[in-house]
């Protein structure tokens, strides 16, 4: 069951209009993107523990990324021609012991300040790092935007719902307030709704038009994930239909504004080229080096999976960074992500070139 958490001020005649939307309403992109990238869990611990998610370690299970892996792990990417380095820790994961021990080992005060040390060994090996590490407060996202081509957090829902409850930085409001923080910080930025935790086909319209209104004020959003949330091993939650996805996408791409794309994650939806009809045009990150960390019973697909996406949706297929072009045209970046774009982009020429 869910509940209104008075998240943001609704306005029920664009809630009702955003409602009335249907997948026949849009066009399908012209073009659909993709990105490269290796995956780094630099920890498996986290303060929160959704039964939805299989990403988390119990305390006394959970791990830090020691320096040598996270090194061999980017190593890898790079020579598999990955351009994103994608950072993902569960929030506040230090509350855990053990972590807390292995970070004082390192020299290190919590996991954000050994964050920021990987993200400039990836930036130093060419690489551009992406960094989701839960809620944090502008301060953090500010100094994270010196080492980050971009940042992201799920906002999940404005909607009040069980799988949440007793969870405070699950809490929709603390969870915009961060993704407000992250434009105020002026980082490009991934947000997202996850669908079928018990909120209502409102609630989504309703978690739409939050994002819509902080990317109006900042301009900060670059992508909009509508993720399904999928069975593992901690839960049963029924997949949502394709109707519904279809339903949520098309809400998405009509609800946003249109710099924003929208992202379906291509190794847990089905019928791909149905929701790129729907108006998804982005495909996400997908990595041919590691696995998916936060749902590692759903594979990556390949790249050669993309293109028949692509083609069965007669669409084009393009490879993007981690960053879209119009943030690192407009000055967003710090001198040294900027820097790594620059080596990033003139590989991509090269490797076209010689195609």
């Keep these: 069951m869910a509940t209104n958490t008075g998240a943001r001020d609704v306005d029920d005649a664009e809630v009702e209009s955003l409602l009335s939307v249907t997948p026949d309403d849009i066009d399908t992109p012209d073009e659909v993107t993709f990105a490269r990238n290796v995956f780094l869990p630099l920890s498996t611990a986290c303060v929160n523990s959704c039964d939805y998610c299989a990403f988390y370690d119990e305390r006394g299970e959970a791990n830090l990324m020691t320096p040598d892996e996270v090194r061999e792990t980017l190593e890898r990417g790079v020579r598999a021609g990955c351009t994103e380095a994608l950072f993902s820790f569960g929030t506040r994961a230090e509350t855990y012991p053990a972590i807390r021990e292995e970070l004082n080992a390192l020299g290190y005060d919590d996991t954000l300040d050994y964050l920021y040390d990987c993200c400039v060994e990836a930036l130093e090996l060419g690489i551009l790092p992406h960094t989701n590490a839960g809620v944090m407060t502008r301060d953090e996202i500010e100094r994270l935007a010196e080492v980050n081509a971009s940042m992201g957090l799920m906002l999940e829902t404005t909607a009040k719902v069980e799988p949440h409850e007793g969870y405070a930085t699950k809490q929709p409001k603390r969870r915009l307030r961060a993704i407000h923080d992250a434009g105020r910080a002026g980082i490009p930025y991934t947000t997202g709704i996850l669908v079928g935790i018990g909120e209502t086909e409102r609630d989504r319209a309703e978690s739409l038009l939050a994002i819509r209104d902080a990317h109006r004020e900042h301009g900060h959003i670059q992508e ?44 847990l939806s089905t019928d791909l080229p149905s929701l790129v009809h729907a108006g998804a045009g982005d495909l996400g990150g997908v990595s041919a080096v590691t696995d998916d960390y936060i749902n590692p ?15 069965e949706a007669d669409a084009r297929l393009f490879e993007r960074l981690p960053v879209y072009p119009r943030y690192v045209e407009d000055g967003w970046l710090s001198e040294r992500v900027e820097e790594t774009v620059a080596q990033t982009e003139k590989r991509g020429v090269e490797k076209a070139d010689g195609a």
Excluded: C, H
């Design 297 to 311: 019973d759903y594979d990556w697909p390949a790249v050669e999976r993309l293109r028949d996406v692509a083609d």
């Design 224 to 267: 909009v994930i509508i993720q399904n949330v999928v069975p593992n091993e901690r839960s049963d939650f029924e997949r949502p239909s394709l109707e519904t996805m279809r339903k949520t996408v098309a809400m998405a791409r009509v609800g946003l504004p249109d710099e924003v794309e929208a992202q379906i994650p291509p190794n």
